[in-house]
T-cell receptor, first 116, second 118 residues
Framework: DGGITQSPKYLFRKEGQNVTLSCEQNLNHDAMYWYRQDPGQGLRLIYYSQIVNDFQKGDIAEGYSVSREKKESFPLTVTSAQKNPTAFYLC???????????????FGSGTRLTVV | AQTVTQSQPEMSVQEAETVTLSCTYDTSENNYYLFWYKQPPSRQMILVIRQEAYKQQNATENRFSVNFQKAAKSFSLKISDSQLGDTAMYFCAFVNMNYGGSQGNLIFGKGTKLSVKP
């Protein structure tokens, strides 16, 4: 079945550590996105990539980094520079052009990151 | 910049009744889509319904329908015959389809928590 796999489901980070959240898709979608969800804040865009080897900052990119070396993969690294990383992180994909509107966006099941 | 506003943080409805969730948005673009997403306790995001800005006819998907008022920049969701499984967070979202920096990025409202009571 085609879909998005986010791993791990739960992740615990110590102060000062970098951690990487995985997002893999087999939908053959061009665009991939990372969102952060906090209570009462909705979903806020961290980074997005419309094509392999290219990505752009979203609204809250500080303290995060990404790579897009393969179409299927868009890992997110939460660095020690992110002062409040405890949140729920969602990865999403979409087709290019009007396909993203006609077919909507597909979301992974998310990763819950907690700083301990 | 585009913004999406959901003014009802929480709502409740009796099973089998009808409820309407509000959403307003702000944009200067003319080519865009609007979506309603549902996020149940499992936290999986599920597409409920979508509306193309160029279409005047309101979208309908079974018990879910929208009231799209383009001039007022309003996009409300009506849920008819509410069921216990409709209990979830509901997010209104906007995507600009015109070429530009924000093209294709989903912009979300803060959500409305809907509780369906038996």
């Amino acid at each position: 079945d085609g879909g998005i796999t986010q791993s791990p489901k739960y992740l615990f980070r110590k102060e000062g550590q970098n951690v990487t959240l995985s997002c893999e898709q087999n939908l053959n979608h061009d665009a991939m996105y990372w969102y952060r969800q906090d209570p009462g804040q909705g979903l806020r865009l961290i980074y997005y990539s419309q094509i392999v080897n290219d990505f752009q900052k979203g609204d809250i990119a500080e303290g995060y980094s990404v790579s897009r070396e393969k179409k299927e993969s868009f890992p997110l690294t939460v660095t020690s520079a992110q002062k409040n990383p405890t949140a729920f992180y969602l990865c999403a994909t979409a087709r290019s052009g009007t396909g993203r509107a006609n077919y909507g966006y597909t979301f992974g099941s998310g990763t819950r990151l907690t700083v301990v | 910049a585009q913004t999406v506003t959901q003014s009802q943080p929480e709502m409740s409805v009796q099973e089998a009744e009808t409820v309407t969730l509000s959403c307003t948005y702000d944009t200067s673009e003319n080519n865009y889509y609007l979506f309603w997403y549902k996020q149940p306790p499992s936290r999986q995001m599920i597409l409920v319904i979508r509306q193309e800005a160029y279409k005047q006819q309101n979208a309908t998907e079974n018990r879910f329908s929208v009231n799209f008022q383009k001039a007022a920049k309003s996009f409300s969701l009506k849920i008819s015959d509410s069921q216990l499984g409709d209990t979830a967070m509901y997010f209104c979202a906007f995507v600009n389809m015109n070429y530009g920096g924000s093209q294709g990025n989903l912009i979300f409202g803060k959500g409305t928590k809907l509780s369906v009571k038996p």
